[in-house]
């Protein structure tokens, strides 16, 4: 079975500071790593992956996460946040065997002026 | 593309009755997906299709709870005897690929009085 922890439920951050929310995940197999991000009173987007490669992986948006196998971890950063990136971030992993995402309990960024 | 529609947007129902939403997925995407969120956590898988088959269930569909996808097109998810702990965030999802990115709906809220 696959787990997945966020431990800060809620980041608060002012406009261009760095962000960095964290992803840790348990699982006997191997995964794929998915952010997935919710701006308010919108339905979920995948904000960026990682499959395979470049341990390393970006968004459009500069949002970038690295995959770290040995701290089973997949945390999210932005050097320079900004008020329209408020919104609640989910990490989420799917095992290579099967279809299902298991997200983890989400964190709320607030980007203050 | 105009993205995956769920309907209703909102049900309100009493205990103990019916109900059934409706996931209209990307007309290409021959995976849907059935997810479950409630306040303050992040979505828990409950189903998913490849084409009209139904290939993996979640111990958290109940006996009550049971979804088709006639004709690998569009998917409902009815709930039977509705109970206060099903009041939750239902969410659909679609994709062409296993690893592709999966395209969540607005979804239904879904309150049980």
């Known amino acids: 079975a696959q787990s997945v922890t966020q431990l800060d439920s809620q980041v608060p951050v002012f406009e261009e500071a760095p962000v960095e929310l964290r992803c840790n995940y348990s699982?006997?197999?191997?995964?794929?790593l998915f952010w997935y991000v919710q701006y308010p009173n919108q339905g979920l987007q995948l904000l960026l992956k990682?499959?395979?490669?470049?341990?390393l992986v970006e968004s459009i948006n500069g949002f970038e996460a690295e995959f770290n196998k040995s701290q089973t971890s997949f945390h999210l950063r932005k050097p320079s946040v900004h008020i329209s990136d408020t919104a609640e971030y989910f990490c989420?992993?799917?095992?290579?065997?099967?279809?299902?995402?298991?997200f983890g309990t989400g964190t709320r960024l607030q980007v203050f002026p | 593309d105009t993205g995956v529609s769920q309907n209703p947007r909102h049900k309100i129902t009493k205990r103990g009755q019916n109900v059934t939403f409706r996931c209209d997925p990307i007309?290409?995407?021959?995976?849907l997906y059935w997810y479950r969120q409630t306040l303050g956590q992040g979505p828990e898988f409950l189903t998913y299709?490849?084409?009209?088959?139904?290939?993996?269930k979640s111990r958290l569909l109940s006996d009550r709870f049971s979804a088709e996808r006639p004709k690998g097109s569009f998917s409902t998810l009815e709930i039977q005897r509705t109970e206060q702990g099903d009041s939750a965030m239902y969410l659909c999802?679609?994709?062409?690929?296993?690893?592709?990115?999966?395209?969540f709906g607005p979804g239904t809220r879904l309150t049980v009085l």
């Open positions: 999802a679609s994709s062409s690929q296993r690893t592709d990115t999966q395209y």
């Open positions: 699982s006997s197999v191997s995964v794929y």
């Open positions: 990682y499959l395979s490669g470049s341990t």
């Open positions: 989420a992993v799917m095992a290579y065997n099967t279809d299902k995402l298991i």
């Open positions: 007309s290409e995407h021959n995976r």
């Open positions: 299709f490849q084409n009209e088959a139904q290939l993996e």
